[in-house]
């Protein structure tokens, strides 16, 4: 079999990237996409400051355009190859999102036609220097995830995370996940669980919503021998955030989210 000649490119110009990481999750809708804004917009935070780049590989549903508030805009061709869009000044964001004509129109694409488009994504885009790389990705283990995972590993990848809801449905894939990192041999740096608890914003108690029969995602963890990085709580002020594009630092910095987010963050840059 002939080696693929886009390995070197995407090397090559993942050379300026200190840390690519992948997120998962088993299922959709567990909050993936969130959680991938969020540690981007964490680790782009005035008091963390890193250079942060976050890609969108969910081909047939990408949602960074929406989350990081950069519905709508168009990425640019340069002598140096697509300009991603900026988010923050040292926050940006490249999605198959922004080359569809509409935002409702569908990906059908089969398994090569994704590694393409990927390999475009990573040999193409002028990501200049980054702290972090960070690949949103579809849910489960399919044919982005290998391609993904076959580019990254050349150029160097740092890891994965893996983010889950505490239902035991939700834990139950996160084992494929770890599985699958073990299987392509690319290291877990730690489990996020999302949506575990929900802070009412009137009387500020504490309510459990998804019991988790089997102890959480922690308990799983540490029965799986993988990190456990943190919970994120079940936030109203979060889910409009995001649906509205904005940044729940700026937003509502005192959040539970925010405060969660703050040691989730550090324990990544640990
Ligand atoms: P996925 O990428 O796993 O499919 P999304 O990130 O798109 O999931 O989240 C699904 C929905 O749940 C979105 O509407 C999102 O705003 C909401 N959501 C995700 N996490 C939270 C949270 N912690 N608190 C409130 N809403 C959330």
Same mark, same amino acid.
């Given at each position: 079999k002939?080696?693929?000649p886009?390995i070197a490119?995407v090397?090559? +110009?993942?050379?300026?990237?200190?840390n690519k990481?992948?997120?998962?999750?088993?299922k959709?809708?567990?909050?993936?996409s969130?959680?991938t804004s969020?540690?981007?917009r964490?680790?782009?935070? =005035?008091?963390?400051?890193?250079?942060v780049?976050?890609? #969108?590989i #969910? /081909?047939c549903?990408? &949602?960074q355009?929406r989350?990081?508030g950069?519905?709508? =805009?168009?990425?640019h061709?340069?002598?140096?190859?697509w300009?991603p869009?900026f988010?923050?000044?040292?926050l940006?964001?490249? &999605?198959?999102g922004?080359?569809?004509?509409?935002?409702? #129109?569908?990906?059908?694409?089969?398994g090569p036609?994704?590694?393409?488009? /990927? +390999?475009?994504f990573l040999?193409?885009?002028?990501?200049?220097?980054l702290?972090?790389?960070i690949?949103?990705?579809?849910?489960?283990?399919s044919d982005?995830h290998l391609?993904a995972t076959t580019?990254l590993k050349?150029?160097?990848?740092t890891?994965?995370i893996?983010?889950?809801t505490p239902?035991?449905?939700?834990?139950?894939d996160v +084992?494929k996940?770890?599985?699958?990192c073990?299987?392509?041999k690319?290291?877990?740096?730690g489990?996020v669980?999302n949506? &575990?608890s929900?802070?009412?914003?009137?009387?500020?108690n504490?309510?459990?919503?998804?019991?988790?029969l089997?102890g959480?995602a922690?308990?799983?963890s =540490?029965?799986l021998?993988v990190e456990?990085?943190g919970?994120l709580?079940? #936030?109203?002020y979060?889910? +409009?955030?995001?649906?509205?594009?904005k940044?729940i630092?700026?937003?509502?910095? =005192?959040?539970?989210?925010?405060?969660?987010?703050?040691?989730?963050?550090n324990k990544?840059i640990e």
């Open positions: 002939l080696p693929d886009g490119l090397k090559e +110009r993942l050379s300026s990237v200190k990481v992948l997120i998962l999750s088993g959709g809708g567990v909050g993936k969130t959680v969020l540690i981007s964490g680790l782009a935070a =005035e008091n963390i400051n890193r250079n780049a976050v890609l #969108d #969910d /081909i549903g990408p &949602s355009p989350v990081l950069a519905l709508g =805009e168009q990425v061709q340069s002598a140096s190859g300009s869009v988010v923050e000044e040292n940006s964001l490249m &999605s198959i922004f080359l569809l004509n509409d935002v409702n #129109d569908a990906v059908i694409w089969r036609k994704k590694n393409g488009m /990927i +390999r475009q040999s193409e885009v002028d990501w200049g220097t702290d972090y790389l690949l949103d990705t579809p849910p489960g283990t982005e391609s580019y050349e150029a160097g990848i890891g994965a893996i983010v889950t239902q035991e449905v939700a834990l139950l +084992r996940e770890i599985d699958f073990r299987k392509v690319i290291p877990i740096l489990v669980e949506m &575990s929900f802070v009412c914003p009137k009387c500020k504490s309510a459990e919503i998804f019991p988790a089997t959480g922690k308990k799983m =540490e029965e021998n456990f990085l919970s709580p079940l #936030d109203p979060l889910a +409009r955030c995001c649906d509205e594009g940044n630092l700026e937003e509502f910095p =005192e959040s539970p989210t925010v405060k969660a987010l703050h040691s989730l963050v990544i």
